[in-house]
């Protein structure tokens, strides 16, 4: 294992240390971590949240479960080159998307505007309130108490996040972070930046598989795109008489593996001289990531991206009518509490803003699916156009 690798042996510990004693198994920290979120009840609900299209018919489609298996997949291969921690990289591949609510970020939009007074709502720091407060299967404590670096690369995977870096931290996290100190203002963990960095991996070439099949792109288009054009001129040229869909699935691998072998050759630059996890959080700038040739390239395809499937007319459509389940749900649940799973509504808050913001963890846990159902249920009726592939 690498020197800057995060050891397990050597991790910070918990929240609620109390559990120590009665550890389960011959498993290091981070494979317990990993472990807790499989069997977490928010990771199944991942395969009924949007990915990129809301609610999809189809089969093949992916959602936000397959979505981090893939990026997972990514992200051990890339720590494995390195010599990281491969189990506590997986864990927070697996972990990165949980806090997203149904209908991915036309969702958080009507949340965060539900939640205006109430402190707004955001993926990311709820995902941290998902793992520390709201999904708690254990008698000692709640949440899943899981190790620091897991927590802290999740809470800052994209990068220093908090008001000594000109920022501003969400009311979640903040309260997270002053129970549990998770050094907000440091890079996190090299495995927490290779987790982030295979995110975009995925989702930049995935997404393109999911586009082309729901007919949102064409091959055309793509190929308008220096970067895939150059990948698509050399599937051609060594797999010539191949079926046009088999060559598309080899352009996502071809691409795929073009980015992993440039994050790893830059990374590898980056990190040279350092030689243990502190160097990696002290450091002024990420220590993973791609060189600054296919950083243009990447931002290129994802200007594309945006402008012909994330922003195409029949997207924003569908987004809108998502927006007004969500918004139409939490007006319902505030209005008449009752409404609401008995659970929650016996442990609903009397005053604000707690009040809000638990009607809005309520919303935040329903999978598209479901909140579809209970939209229905209250208002007998429900927007057509919800689901567009």
């Given amino acids: 294992m690498s020197l ?100 991915g970020h036309a969702g958080e939009e009507a949340l965060n505007a539900a939640l205006h007074a109430a402190g ?3 993926h990311n720091a709820h995902c941290l ?38 920022g501003t931290v969400n009311w979640a996290l903040a309260e997270l972070d002053a129970a549990y100190p998770l050094e907000l203002s440091s890079w996190p963990s090299l495995e927490a930046q290779v987790a982030a960095i295979s995110d975009d991996i995925a989702y930049d070439n995935h997404d393109i598989d999911d586009g082309l099949r729901a007919g949102f792109l064409t091959l055309d288009e793509l190929l308008e795109q220096p970067f895939v054009a150059a990948e698509w001129h050399q599937v051609e040229q060594r797999f010539p008489g191949a079926p046009r869909e088999r060559q598309l699935h080899e352009l996502v691998r071809s691409q795929i593996g073009l980015m992993v072998n440039d994050v790893l050759a830059e990374t590898r630059k980056r990190i040279q001289g350092m030689t243990s996890p502190a160097d990696i ?32 007319p029949e997207q924003l459509e ?31 808050p009397l005053f604000e803003p707690q009040r809000s913001r638990h009607i809005a963890d309520y919303i935040a846990g329903m999978t598209d699916r479901y909140a579809i159902r209970c939209h229905a249920e209250i208002y007998s009726r429900t927007p057509e156009g919800l689901r567009n592939v």
């Fill in 129 to 166: 309130r998902v793992l520390m407060r709201l999904e708690s299967p254990y008698c000692e404590h709640d949440g899943l108490n899981l190790s620091w670096e897991m927590l802290e690369g999740l809470a800052k995977h994209n990068g220093p996040v908090g008001p000594k870096i000109g």
């Fill in 4 to 103: 800057i690798a995060s050891d397990p042996a050597k991790s910070r510990g918990r929240e609620f240390p109390l559990e120590a004693a009665i550890a389960r198994g011959p498993r290091s920290a981070y494979q317990r971590d990993r472990d807790r979120i499989i069997h977490s009840i928010a990771f199944r609900r991942l395969r009924h949240k949007t990915q990129v299209f809301i609610a999809p018919d189809g089969d093949h489609y992916r959602v936000r479960l397959t979505h981090s298996l893939e990026v997972a997949q990514i992200a051990r291969v890339i720590a494995r080159a390195l010599g990281l921690d491969e189990d506590l990289t997986e864990a927070l591949a697996l972990a990165h998307d949980l806090g997203h609510p149904p209908f």
């Fill in 120 to 122: 707004g709502f955001d």
């Fill in 281 to 312: 959080r002290g450091a002024v700038g990420s220590s993973a990531g791609f060189s600054p040739a296919l950083v243009e390239e990447e931002r290129r395809l994802k200007r594309f991206m945006y402008e012909k499937l994330y922003y195409h």
């Fill in 318 to 348: 569908t987004a809108v009518r998502a927006r007004t389940v969500i918004a139409e749900l939490y007006a319902a649940y505030a209005q008449e509490p009752g409404l609401m799973d008995e659970s929650w509504h016996a442990r609903l």
